[in-house]
């Protein structure tokens, strides 16, 4: 419970990458709480999860300059997947995309005192995340955040000048998994088409099932079930 990482008038420039950051706690706390004078830092390729009702990321730009936040994964319960306040501080974020922001609340991020419910929403209200995702990453479990959604597996920035291996110390590629484990999806087969439910010879038992497979799996065209 409580904060995964809260960084107050950091000092100096930094690296912060291939890190689990997960908190269950309730609104009021954050997984990430960054809050003032942050200078010059990368926050690269870390698995965020919030599995409370708090936000996954929430950074407070004061007296800030120079930072990148990049494919990253900020995973909420029913909080925000990112908060961003303060808004006179120039260039305190230079580069804040290639991201998966993800939450099944009602509001993904917050700029300042404005929600916003969708991806699109996020992009045009907050100026980042052009090329960010929104897909559940699904996290093997709450402490071990090792995702298996394929929409993700390559979606990221080529960093590999900075960051070429992951938390496991596998080799990162040019199109490089979000997050702090670099996986591959190849074996996931996107479902597309009609599909049966049903005990038998069926395509899935329990419409439980079905379901459970349009996340793992994603989807890669209409669906329908009978």
């Known amino acids: 419970h409580g904060y995964a990482l809260r960084l107050y008038y ?16 309730s609104s009021g706390y954050q997984t990430v709480y960054i809050l003032y004078g942050l200078n010059n830092t990368n926050f690269y390729h870390n698995s965020v999860s919030a599995t409370g009702t708090g936000e996954a990321f929430h ?16 995973s909420a319960n029913t909080g925000y997947a990112a908060n961003l306040q303060t808004p006179s501080a120039v260039n305190s974020i230079v580069e ?13 991020g917050r700029v300042l005192s404005t929600n916003y419910g969708t991806l699109n929403e996020w992009r045009t209200g907050s100026g980042f995340d052009a090329s960010s995702v ?51 999806a190849a074996a996931l087969t996107p479902l597309s088409g009609m599909y049966t439910i049903g005990t038998g010879a069926f395509d899935y038992s329990t419409i439980t099932t079905a379901i459970d497979a349009m996340r793992v799996n994603g989807i890669s065209g209409p669906v329908t079930f009978l």
């Open 59 to 74: 950074f407070d730009r004061y007296q800030s300059t120079g930072n990148r936040i990049v494919n990253n994964i900020f």
């Open 96 to 108: 804040m995309d290639y991201n998966d922001l993800f939450t099944s609340g009602s509001f993904l």
């Open 134 to 184: 929104f897909f559940d990453p699904q996290f093997a479990s709450t402490t071990n955040l090792t995702p298996s959604a394929p929409g993700i597996a390559s979606a990221g920035k080529n960093l590999l000048t900075t960051i070429s291996t992951d938390i496991n110390n596998v080799a990162r590629t040019a199109t490089p998994s979000l997050g702090a484990v670099q996986y591959s």
């Open 10 to 25: 950091p000092n100096g420039s930094g690296l912060i990458a291939n890190n689990f950051f997960h908190s269950a706690s």
